[in-house]
């Protein structure tokens, strides 16, 4: 996982966990919420494949670190100010998931006794 794949994940804020709709956010909250995750996607089709040359300079990836700090700490801005109180915390993609998925092939109803 790359250092941009991490503070990605640690400033990702999902709309749904916080707010009824994208609608719903203030004009400057769609702002942060599309700047985060358009520069995620440029960084995302910038990464090379494992043992490929980063195309970006050192300088470059301080500066987008930079810029997701300065989106997520503007966005906890706005979200206290509405009285939301984000409990996100950050994770690695690879990390066990700490939930498990349940086909519903496997829920079985009981059986009623008549």
Same mark, same amino acid.
């Given at each position: 996982? /790359?250092?941009?794949?991490?503070? +990605? =994940?640690? +400033? ?5 966990? =916080?707010?009824? /709709?994208?609608?719903?956010? /203030?004009?400057? &909250? %769609? ?25 970006? /300079?050192? &300088? ?7 810029? +997701?700090?300065?989106?997520? *700490? ?7 100010? @509405?009285?939301? =109180?984000?409990? *996100? ?7 066990? @998931?700490?939930? %498990?998925?349940?086909?519903?092939? &496997?829920? $079985? $109803? ?5």
């Amino acid at each position: 996982m /790359s250092a941009l794949d991490y503070v +990605f =994940n640690f +400033f990702y804020l999902t709309i749904k966990d =916080n707010f009824m /709709s994208f609608d719903d956010l /203030s004009k400057e &909250q %769609k702002i942060m919420v599309t700047m985060r995750k358009v520069l995620s996607n440029i960084i995302r089709e910038l990464t090379p494949a494992p043992g490929g040359s980063y195309p970006l /300079s050192e &300088q470059t990836v301080e500066d987008v670190r930079m810029c +997701f700090a300065l989106i997520a *700490a503007r966005e906890k801005e706005l979200a206290e100010a @509405q009285g939301i =109180n984000n409990k *996100a915390r950050p994770h690695f993609t690879d990390e066990p @998931q700490t939930t %498990k998925t349940v086909p519903l092939e &496997q829920i $079985r $109803r009981p059986k009623k006794d008549n």
